[in-house]
Protein backbone atom coordinates (compact mmCIF):
# COMPACT_ATOMS: atom_id res chain seq x y z
CA UNK A 1 0.00 0.00 0.00
CA UNK A 2 1.17 3.52 -1.15
CA UNK A 3 3.10 4.99 2.27
CA UNK A 4 1.55 8.78 1.53
CA UNK A 5 -1.89 6.40 3.27
CA UNK A 6 -0.54 5.89 6.15
CA UNK A 7 0.09 7.75 9.70
CA UNK A 8 3.65 7.26 9.95
CA UNK A 9 5.53 3.70 11.91
CA UNK A 10 3.13 2.10 14.02
CA UNK A 11 3.86 2.03 17.72
CA UNK A 12 2.46 -0.25 19.98
CA UNK A 13 2.16 0.50 23.92
CA UNK A 14 0.49 -1.10 26.32
CA UNK A 15 -0.62 -0.21 29.70
CA UNK A 16 -0.22 -2.90 32.90
CA UNK A 17 -3.90 -3.57 33.20
CA UNK A 18 -3.59 -6.92 30.45
CA UNK A 19 -0.10 -6.97 29.55
CA UNK A 20 -0.10 -11.29 28.36
CA UNK A 21 -3.22 -10.07 25.99
CA UNK A 22 -1.14 -6.97 24.44
CA UNK A 23 1.88 -9.60 24.08
CA UNK A 24 0.23 -12.15 21.81
CA UNK A 25 -1.18 -9.07 19.52
CA UNK A 26 2.60 -7.75 19.41
CA UNK A 27 3.85 -10.98 18.05
CA UNK A 28 0.85 -10.94 16.18
CA UNK A 29 1.79 -7.54 14.82
CA UNK A 30 5.67 -8.46 14.79
CA UNK A 31 5.55 -4.85 17.01
CA UNK A 32 6.76 -4.87 20.67
CA UNK A 33 4.11 -3.67 23.33
CA UNK A 34 6.33 -2.49 26.15
CA UNK A 35 7.70 0.41 24.71
CA UNK A 36 6.63 2.66 27.70
CA UNK A 37 8.29 2.70 31.42
CA UNK A 38 5.02 2.84 34.05
CA UNK A 39 5.18 2.46 37.82
CA UNK A 40 4.10 4.21 40.93
CA UNK A 41 5.25 6.42 43.68
CA UNK A 42 4.70 5.66 47.13
CA UNK A 43 2.14 6.92 47.58
CA UNK A 44 0.14 5.75 44.19
CA UNK A 45 0.40 8.41 41.78
CA UNK A 46 1.29 6.82 38.57
CA UNK A 47 4.51 7.89 36.17
CA UNK A 48 4.62 6.97 32.64
CA UNK A 49 7.18 7.57 30.00
CA UNK A 50 7.40 6.49 26.48
CA UNK A 51 10.77 5.05 25.68
CA UNK A 52 11.14 5.13 22.15
CA UNK A 53 10.16 8.39 19.40
CA UNK A 54 6.40 8.66 19.07
CA UNK A 55 6.53 12.18 16.85
CA UNK A 56 4.56 11.60 13.88
CA UNK A 57 3.95 7.62 14.63
CA UNK A 58 0.69 6.11 14.53
CA UNK A 59 0.08 5.39 18.28
CA UNK A 60 -1.80 2.14 19.65
CA UNK A 61 -1.98 1.94 23.13
CA UNK A 62 -3.89 -1.72 24.73
CA UNK A 63 -5.39 -0.93 28.26
CA UNK A 64 -8.66 -2.90 29.47
CA UNK A 65 -10.14 -0.04 32.16
CA UNK A 66 -10.41 -3.05 34.62
CA UNK A 67 -11.04 -2.22 38.20
CA UNK A 68 -9.03 -0.67 39.96
CA UNK A 69 -9.57 3.01 38.68
CA UNK A 70 -6.09 3.24 38.11
CA UNK A 71 -6.49 1.09 34.91
CA UNK A 72 -8.24 4.30 33.68
CA UNK A 73 -5.77 7.01 34.84
CA UNK A 74 -2.99 4.93 33.34
CA UNK A 75 -4.53 4.79 30.14
CA UNK A 76 -5.62 8.53 30.44
CA UNK A 77 -1.44 9.34 30.78
CA UNK A 78 -0.11 7.13 27.99
CA UNK A 79 -2.60 9.16 25.83
CA UNK A 80 -1.58 12.31 27.07
CA UNK A 81 2.28 11.20 26.96
CA UNK A 82 1.97 10.45 23.48
CA UNK A 83 -0.18 13.72 22.22
CA UNK A 84 2.50 15.52 24.11
CA UNK A 85 5.33 13.67 22.02
CA UNK A 86 4.04 14.88 18.77
CA UNK A 87 2.14 11.41 18.09
CA UNK A 88 0.52 12.14 14.51
CA UNK A 89 -2.97 9.87 16.24
CA UNK A 90 -3.58 8.09 19.28
CA UNK A 91 -5.99 4.72 19.23
CA UNK A 92 -7.16 3.65 22.26
CA UNK A 93 -7.24 -0.77 22.14
CA UNK A 94 -9.58 -0.83 25.06
CA UNK A 95 -10.21 -5.14 25.39
CA UNK A 96 -13.11 -4.28 28.18
CA UNK A 97 -14.83 -0.83 28.80
CA UNK A 98 -15.55 -0.43 32.54
CA UNK A 99 -17.96 2.08 34.03
CA UNK A 100 -20.10 0.18 30.46
CA UNK A 101 -22.83 -0.15 33.23
CA UNK A 102 -23.80 3.29 33.90
CA UNK A 103 -24.82 3.74 30.53
CA UNK A 104 -28.46 5.72 31.63
CA UNK A 105 -29.39 7.96 34.13
CA UNK A 106 -32.24 5.21 35.63
CA UNK A 107 -32.70 6.56 39.11
CA UNK A 108 -32.63 10.02 40.83
CA UNK A 109 -29.17 11.56 41.45
CA UNK A 110 -26.95 9.27 39.68
CA UNK A 111 -23.82 9.47 37.51
CA UNK A 112 -23.42 8.74 33.82
CA UNK A 113 -19.92 6.64 34.31
CA UNK A 114 -19.42 5.58 31.05
CA UNK A 115 -20.25 9.21 29.12
CA UNK A 116 -17.57 10.52 31.74
CA UNK A 117 -14.90 7.73 30.66
CA UNK A 118 -15.78 8.18 27.50
CA UNK A 119 -15.40 12.18 27.82
CA UNK A 120 -12.09 11.61 29.86
CA UNK A 121 -10.33 9.49 26.94
CA UNK A 122 -11.28 12.07 24.76
CA UNK A 123 -9.97 15.13 26.09
CA UNK A 124 -6.90 13.13 27.07
CA UNK A 125 -6.36 13.46 23.46
CA UNK A 126 -7.59 9.83 22.05
CA UNK A 127 -8.16 10.47 18.47
CA UNK A 128 -9.84 7.09 18.14
CA UNK A 129 -11.19 3.87 19.90
CA UNK A 130 -11.54 0.34 19.41
CA UNK A 131 -13.55 -1.41 22.16
CA UNK A 132 -15.01 -5.45 22.08
CA UNK A 133 -18.50 -6.13 23.46
CA UNK A 134 -19.68 -2.96 25.28
CA UNK A 135 -22.38 -3.52 28.17
CA UNK A 136 -24.55 -1.55 25.61
CA UNK A 137 -23.87 -0.74 22.05
CA UNK A 138 -25.11 3.20 22.71
CA UNK A 139 -21.78 3.79 24.58
CA UNK A 140 -20.15 3.80 21.41
CA UNK A 141 -22.58 7.92 20.95
CA UNK A 142 -20.83 9.16 23.92
CA UNK A 143 -17.40 9.36 22.41
CA UNK A 144 -17.30 11.95 20.23
CA UNK A 145 -14.38 10.07 18.67
CA UNK A 146 -14.61 7.24 15.47
CA UNK A 147 -14.64 3.80 17.58
CA UNK A 148 -14.71 0.78 16.25
CA UNK A 149 -17.08 -1.93 18.04
CA UNK A 150 -15.46 -5.20 17.77
CA UNK A 151 -17.32 -8.80 18.79
CA UNK A 152 -16.52 -11.90 20.51
CA UNK A 153 -18.71 -13.78 18.81
CA UNK A 154 -16.81 -15.66 16.11
CA UNK A 155 -14.61 -16.72 18.39
CA UNK A 156 -17.07 -18.24 21.00
CA UNK A 157 -19.23 -19.48 18.24
CA UNK A 158 -16.37 -21.00 16.61
CA UNK A 159 -15.54 -23.17 19.79
CA UNK A 160 -19.01 -23.86 20.66
CA UNK A 161 -19.52 -25.17 17.14
CA UNK A 162 -16.52 -27.45 16.95
CA UNK A 163 -17.68 -29.39 20.07
CA UNK A 164 -20.75 -30.60 18.18
CA UNK A 165 -23.50 -30.21 21.09
CA UNK A 166 -26.84 -31.96 20.09
CA UNK A 167 -29.96 -30.74 20.63
CA UNK A 168 -28.54 -27.29 21.90
CA UNK A 169 -30.77 -24.24 23.13
CA UNK A 170 -29.00 -21.04 23.78
CA UNK A 171 -29.96 -19.47 26.89
CA UNK A 172 -30.14 -15.74 27.79
CA UNK A 173 -29.23 -14.84 31.10
CA UNK A 174 -31.82 -12.27 31.04
CA UNK A 175 -34.51 -10.37 28.70
CA UNK A 176 -31.44 -7.61 28.10
CA UNK A 177 -29.19 -10.56 26.36
CA UNK A 178 -31.92 -11.95 24.44
CA UNK A 179 -31.09 -10.57 20.61
CA UNK A 180 -27.64 -11.49 21.57
CA UNK A 181 -28.33 -14.92 22.37
CA UNK A 182 -30.64 -15.28 19.47
CA UNK A 183 -27.57 -14.04 17.07
CA UNK A 184 -25.81 -17.19 18.87
CA UNK A 185 -28.28 -19.64 18.36
CA UNK A 186 -28.76 -18.62 14.84
CA UNK A 187 -25.15 -19.34 14.17
CA UNK A 188 -25.42 -22.51 16.24
CA UNK A 189 -28.41 -24.17 14.37
CA UNK A 190 -30.25 -24.07 17.83
CA UNK A 191 -33.47 -23.32 20.06
CA UNK A 192 -33.82 -19.90 22.17
CA UNK A 193 -34.92 -19.62 25.87
CA UNK A 194 -34.73 -16.69 27.86
CA UNK A 195 -34.21 -16.59 31.86
CA UNK A 196 -36.68 -14.12 33.87
CA UNK A 197 -34.52 -12.65 36.29
CA UNK A 198 -35.74 -10.80 39.13
CA UNK A 199 -32.88 -8.46 40.45
CA UNK A 200 -33.06 -7.09 44.07
CA UNK A 201 -30.16 -4.80 44.19
CA UNK A 202 -26.56 -4.54 43.02
CA UNK A 203 -25.02 -7.92 41.72
CA UNK A 204 -28.12 -9.84 43.15
CA UNK A 205 -30.06 -11.48 41.14
CA UNK A 206 -32.88 -14.51 41.09
CA UNK A 207 -34.48 -16.38 38.71
CA UNK A 208 -38.20 -15.95 38.39
CA UNK A 209 -39.05 -18.17 35.38
CA UNK A 210 -37.52 -19.93 32.21
CA UNK A 211 -39.40 -18.72 28.92
CA UNK A 212 -38.81 -21.57 26.23
CA UNK A 213 -38.22 -25.76 26.46
CA UNK A 214 -35.12 -27.13 28.37
CA UNK A 215 -35.92 -30.15 29.21
CA UNK A 216 -33.70 -33.07 28.01
CA UNK A 217 -31.27 -30.90 26.54
CA UNK A 218 -27.87 -29.06 26.47
CA UNK A 219 -27.94 -25.58 27.34
CA UNK A 220 -25.63 -22.84 26.69
CA UNK A 221 -26.09 -19.62 28.56
CA UNK A 222 -24.42 -16.46 26.86
CA UNK A 223 -23.47 -13.11 28.42
CA UNK A 224 -21.26 -10.05 27.71
CA UNK A 225 -19.38 -10.25 31.28
CA UNK A 226 -19.71 -12.22 34.12
CA UNK A 227 -19.58 -10.12 37.42
CA UNK A 228 -19.98 -11.98 40.48
CA UNK A 229 -21.01 -14.96 39.26
CA UNK A 230 -24.53 -15.11 41.30
CA UNK A 231 -26.66 -14.49 38.22
CA UNK A 232 -24.92 -17.52 36.10
CA UNK A 233 -24.86 -20.02 38.74
CA UNK A 234 -28.59 -19.67 40.13
CA UNK A 235 -29.66 -19.70 35.97
CA UNK A 236 -27.21 -22.85 35.56
CA UNK A 237 -29.18 -24.49 38.79
CA UNK A 238 -32.91 -23.13 37.11
CA UNK A 239 -31.96 -25.12 34.10
CA UNK A 240 -31.35 -28.17 35.33
CA UNK A 241 -33.60 -28.33 37.80
CA UNK A 242 -36.16 -27.99 34.71
CA UNK A 243 -34.65 -30.97 33.03
CA UNK A 244 -31.41 -30.00 31.20
CA UNK A 245 -28.77 -32.83 30.80
CA UNK A 246 -25.93 -30.13 30.46
CA UNK A 247 -25.23 -26.45 30.81
CA UNK A 248 -22.28 -24.66 29.37
CA UNK A 249 -22.10 -20.73 29.65
CA UNK A 250 -19.74 -18.61 27.97
CA UNK A 251 -18.94 -14.56 27.93
CA UNK A 252 -16.74 -12.35 26.41
CA UNK A 253 -15.51 -10.25 29.94
CA UNK A 254 -14.18 -12.33 32.78
CA UNK A 255 -14.27 -9.92 36.00
CA UNK A 256 -14.72 -12.88 38.32
CA UNK A 257 -15.17 -10.08 41.45
CA UNK A 258 -15.89 -11.19 44.87
CA UNK A 259 -16.58 -14.96 45.33
CA UNK A 260 -17.21 -15.48 41.40
CA UNK A 261 -14.48 -18.75 41.66
CA UNK A 262 -16.25 -20.22 44.25
CA UNK A 263 -19.93 -19.88 43.11
CA UNK A 264 -18.94 -20.77 39.83
CA UNK A 265 -16.94 -23.45 40.47
CA UNK A 266 -19.39 -25.19 42.37
CA UNK A 267 -21.99 -24.79 40.68
CA UNK A 268 -23.48 -27.86 38.09
CA UNK A 269 -21.39 -26.32 34.81
CA UNK A 270 -19.65 -28.73 32.20
CA UNK A 271 -17.23 -25.62 30.76
CA UNK A 272 -17.17 -21.93 31.89
CA UNK A 273 -15.97 -20.39 28.34
CA UNK A 274 -14.43 -16.72 28.43
CA UNK A 275 -11.80 -14.83 26.55
CA UNK A 276 -8.81 -13.32 27.28
CA UNK A 277 -9.85 -9.23 27.16
CA UNK A 278 -9.68 -9.54 30.92
CA UNK A 279 -6.52 -11.08 32.41
CA UNK A 280 -7.21 -14.07 35.09
CA UNK A 281 -4.41 -14.72 37.28
CA UNK A 282 -3.18 -18.22 37.67
CA UNK A 283 -4.94 -18.10 41.30
CA UNK A 284 -7.94 -16.80 39.90
CA UNK A 285 -8.48 -20.12 37.40
CA UNK A 286 -10.78 -23.17 38.46
CA UNK A 287 -11.41 -26.68 37.02
CA UNK A 288 -13.86 -26.00 33.74
CA UNK A 289 -12.76 -22.50 33.23
CA UNK A 290 -11.55 -22.14 29.41
CA UNK A 291 -10.06 -18.96 28.12
CA UNK A 292 -9.98 -18.28 24.74
CA UNK A 293 -7.91 -15.59 22.71
CA UNK A 294 -8.95 -12.52 20.95
CA UNK A 295 -5.38 -11.62 20.41
CA UNK A 296 -5.81 -11.93 16.56
CA UNK A 297 -9.38 -9.94 16.30
CA UNK A 298 -8.24 -6.72 17.76
CA UNK A 299 -4.19 -7.45 16.03
CA UNK A 300 -6.36 -7.16 12.79
CA UNK A 301 -8.55 -4.78 13.68
CA UNK A 302 -5.25 -2.26 14.36
CA UNK A 303 -4.02 -3.51 11.15
CA UNK A 304 -6.51 -2.49 9.03
CA UNK A 305 -6.91 1.25 11.50
CA UNK A 306 -2.98 1.85 10.48
CA UNK A 307 -3.00 1.11 7.19
CA UNK A 308 -6.52 2.68 6.42
CA UNK A 309 -8.47 -0.26 5.79
CA UNK A 310 -11.98 -1.31 6.20
CA UNK A 311 -12.89 -2.41 9.89
CA UNK A 312 -16.19 -3.37 9.36
CA UNK A 313 -15.90 -6.69 7.57
CA UNK A 314 -14.77 -7.79 11.46
CA UNK A 315 -17.30 -6.24 13.07
CA UNK A 316 -20.25 -6.70 11.04
CA UNK A 317 -19.68 -10.41 10.76
CA UNK A 318 -19.52 -10.70 14.10
CA UNK A 319 -22.79 -8.55 14.74
CA UNK A 320 -24.58 -10.88 12.98
CA UNK A 321 -24.31 -13.56 15.82
CA UNK A 322 -25.74 -10.55 18.10
CA UNK A 323 -28.15 -9.05 15.70
CA UNK A 324 -29.60 -12.40 14.47
CA UNK A 325 -29.27 -10.98 11.30
Excluded at 132 to 147: E, R
Excluded at 302 to 314: A, D, M, T
Excluded at 315 to 325: I, K, Y
Aim: include cysteine; charged fraction near 20%.
Amino acid sequence: MDDTFRRGPLLLLAGRANRPLAAEIGQILGENPESASIWNFADGEIFVRIDHNARGRDVFIIQPTVTPADSIMELLLLIDAAKRASAARVTAVVPYFGYGRQDRKDQPRVAIGAKLVANLMVAAGADRMIGMDFHQHQIQAFFDIPVDHLYAAPVLTGYFREKKLSDLVVVAPDVGSAKMARGFANRLNAMLAIIDKRRSGPNMAEVANVVGDVDGRTCLLIDDMVDTGGTLANAVVALKDRGATKVFAGATHALLSGPAVERLAAAPLEEFVVTNTIHVPEERRFEGLKILSVASLFATAIECVHENKSVSQLFELAAEAHSGA
